[in-house]
């Protein structure tokens, strides 16, 4: 395994992210593990030109606010292990959908898979034109004693206008979406709170609840072990280390 150093590599200099992917290939890389910034990013390594010859596996460690397939594989490993099943599933996604990538992911492969999706959180980050085909918008407290996995997002300020995060109020965020007391309680007994992390404690997640029983957050990174071998097992074998796909 190489980590690349991108702030150390030819990137600062220019070179493509083909041309670094047909460098690392040369060196005898066989599969490049990427997390980027910008969304699609892998669009001009998967769609070749007819002139060109790279010879890569990639798996998509997060695209911007596209996607985040590794983060959503090991979620749903994590709520099949609680509930066996997907049919039915309640699944209420609470925070900033718009930027979020895991958001994106985890969307689109539960409604695949069966579940029934919910989202809540501030209007502004919610997208009626994209998220409403996966979903539905309601008001946590509405809905928080139905629901059989609870799955928080962190604010992801990073992607928001610079200045943007000043005027965002952390505690009443928490007021009003986040996971306190009174919203643990009423849970239903089987229910699950997952979060992808970083968590910010006391604004998504208030800081008592992480470690509590029905909190799947450790279990999710230690799932996100075992998901991530598989995965790299199974792009691996699959490409028999030759051809992109
Ligand atoms: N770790 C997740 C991601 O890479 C979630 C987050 O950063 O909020 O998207």
New binding site residues.
Partial sequence: MIPFDVQHSSVNKGETLYDTELTLAALGIDLSII?HSQNDYYDELIHLQPHQTLQMGIINA?DGSGQ?PS?SLLDMMTIYEQFGTFTGLKVLIVGDLTN???ARSNMELLTKLGAQVYFAGPQTWYDEAEFSQYGQYVAIDEVIDQIDVLML??V?HERHQPGAQSSFDASQYHAQYGLNQARYDRLKEQAIVMH???INRGVEWADELVETPKSRYTIQMENGVYMRMAMLEAVMRGRQLGGLS
């Fill in positions: 997390r997060g985040h983060q979020s990538r895991v997002l962190r992801q992808p992390g970083p």
